[in-house]
């Protein structure tokens, strides 16, 4: 088993539409929590951080269930530049960081 | 701005060649590492050095060794490069604390032939 899964899509939607990605890690002594966007064959850039509590940054809701040891992530209204793959990163305390495959999103007009 | 930059975009090697990747950070991180991705296997972890002189061994170390003489720069070598190191390098720079954010530098796609 993977300590980091997440489902590889494609997700492909219109404009407009509410997709959400969920992510689940094995080690239950994870830490830190982050989920990060990819743009084809560019590095992957910070989306952002995934707190206890859920937290928002404008369309983009993150959450964490430790319980269940998944994390999501919801993006709301979909635009075209939201086409990316998004991975999934686990951070277990000090230096063992581990990156999910990714998934991949397709927005169409 | 904060910025990791690597040494070349593209490179094409000989099977046996040997291989050096230089990824040089300007935000005094100490923290920096190298990573392959390769589709459907994600990031993995080859090596990382938490600071000058520090090497430790990530998932993936074999074929591969790094150096790290000054804190801005971090090196990874293919001492002897073999076709099924045909991947992407990414490097990442990282302030001390674990939920800091990682910096990547545009990669290396590199390909042995």
């Known amino acids: 088993r993977k300590e980091v899964e997440q489902d590889p899509g494609p997700f492909n939607v219109p404009e407009g539409a509410t997709v959400a990605f969920n992510c689940t890690y094995s080690?239950?002594?994870?830490?830190?929590f982050f989920w990060y966007r990819q743009d084809c064959r560019k590095e992957p850039k910070l989306l952002m951080s995934v707190y206890s509590s859920g937290n928002e940054d404008g369309r983009f809701t993150a959450q964490l269930n430790r319980a269940s040891q998944y994390i999501s992530l919801l993006i709301r209204d979909s635009k075209l530049s939201d086409s990316a793959t998004y991975l999934c990163?686990?951070?277990?305390?000090?230096?063992?960081?581990?990156f999910g495959a990714g998934t991949r999103l397709f927005v169409k007009a | 701005d904060v910025k990791v930059t690597q040494s070349s975009r593209y490179l094409v090697k000989r099977t046996g060649e040997k291989v050096f990747l230089e990824c040089v950070q300007d935000?005094?991180?100490?923290?920096m590492f190298w990573y392959r991705q390769d589709p459907g296997l994600g990031l993995r972890l080859i090596y990382f050095s938490y600071d000058v002189k520090m090497k430790e061994k990530g998932d993936i170390p074999e074929g591969y060794s790094v150096s790290r003489e000054k804190k801005e720069r971090f090196s990874l070598i293919l001492e002897s490069a073999s076709t099924n190191q045909t991947s992407m390098y990414l490097c990442?720079?990282?302030?001390?604390?674990?939920?800091?954010?990682?910096?990547f530098g545009p990669g290396t796609r590199l390909t042995v032939t």
């Open positions: 935000m005094d991180h100490e923290n």
């Open positions: 990163v686990v951070r277990t305390g000090g230096f063992k960081t581990i």
């Open positions: 990442a720079s990282r302030s001390g604390q674990s939920a800091y954010e990682q910096y």
């Open positions: 080690n239950s002594a994870s830490q830190s």
